[in-house]
Structure formats: structure tokens, C-alpha cells
């Protein structure tokens, strides 16, 4: 029966590779994005513009290696929301800065991505090339939703108005994090 269950897990984990590689491939038709997004403190480069995709209103890197590029910083208690759990904080991982980048997140609808570190926009700087003319961008901005380009969804069936409560919090949590200035 063991061997049943782990077969039907692989099962699953494989559907939802494959149903991002689809998005990816879909969204990589629509914009390229090509660059790198790193710490705007320091310039610790935290990985490929091209990994960078969100859920509700959390973005992130979707690494699976990325907890090595920054240090974790976990709660006691974990904050418990309708749809994830907030379980701490995410601080650059160079040694000479480590600034707060954003949080630690594990969603409940979607443990197979979890944890997720979602980035405040404004503790990020991205290396931005347009690929019409080779050009190349330093974007700095306060909030995501002004980033001059798309960024793909996690999965194809998120929805931007799916916006409740919960996703309100993250919004806010992303963008400016209590005791910023
Ligand atoms: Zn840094």
C-alpha cells in the first residue's frame, strides 16, 4: 500500500511540474524576462529574473534551492492565515548585510511549492534586459504592482481578483514590513 501512496505522490508532484513547465513555457512566449533580481542593499544576487513569479500577491523566487541564498529567521508561534502560514522571516544571506528581504510562507493549497519566500519589493533591485534592444535596466520600485513588466503566475489558475483577506495581509507584508521607515 506504501508503494501505491508514493507512486500516486510522484504522480501528482509530476502533474504539477509539468503544469508549470506549461505556464512557464506559455508566459516565456508572452515576455521574456531576462536579468537577475538581487538585494538592493548589498547586490547579492538572489537568482534569475526568469524565476521570478507570483501567488495572490506574494512574489517570489521559485527556486528550489533558494533557501541557500538567504538566511531564515523562524517564528516561535507560527502566524496562522486562512490559506498559508506565515512561519518567519527571510534576511539576505551575504554576511555583511543581512537586511530583511521578505517572509517565509508555506501554502496550504500548495505544499508541493512550499516554503515560498516572498520578496518586499522595495528590499530587491532588478537587473532588467530588454530583449527587443539588448538594453539594460536597473529597476528600483517601492511596490510591485509598478514593476514595468508581468510576472508570471505560480499556477495558470490564479487569479489576480481572487483578492480576500488574506491576500490583503501578504500585500501589505510584502511591500512594507512593520518597522521599515
Ligand atoms: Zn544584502
Redesign the pocket.
Known amino acids: 500500500m506504501s508503494g501505491f501512496f508514493q507512486e500516486s505522490l510522484v504522480a501528482e508532484w509530476t502533474a504539477n511540474l509539468i503544469k508549470l513547465a506549461i505556464a512557464q513555457s506559455v508566459n516565456a512566449k508572452t515576455f521574456e524576462l531576462t536579468g537577475e533580481v538581487s ?1 538592493r ?2 547586490g ?1 544576487v538572489l537568482g534569475q529574473l526568469a524565476q521570478l513569479c507570483r501567488h495572490g500577491d506574494s512574489y517570489f523566487l521559485n527556486q528550489r534551492d533558494f533557501y541557500n541564498r538567504v538566511e531564515e529567521k523562524p517564528f516561535d508561534t507560527p502566524e496562522e492565515y486562512a490559506k498559508s502560514t506565515l512561519i518567519g522571516e527571510a534576511h ?1 544571506g ?1 554576511k555583511e ?1 543581512r ?1 530583511r528581504l521578505g517572509n517565509i510562507l508555506s501554502l496550504r493549497d500548495y505544499p508541493q511549492f512550499s516554503p515560498i519566500y516572498p520578496l518586499k519589493c522595495k528590499a530587491v533591485q532588478i537587473k532588467y534586459i530588454d530583449n527587443t534592444n539588448e538594453k539594460e535596466k536597473t529597476i528600483m520600485k517601492k511596490k510591485w504592482s509598478t514593476v514595468p513588466f508581468d510576472i508570471p503566475f505560480l499556477v495558470d489558475d490564479s487569479c489576480p481578483n481572487d483578492a480576500d483577506d488574506d491576500n490583503d495581509i501578504f500585500y501589505d507584508a510584502c511591500d512594507s514590513l512593520p518597522g521599515d521607515l
Open positions: 538585494c542593499a548589498c547579492y539576505c551575504s548585510c537586511v
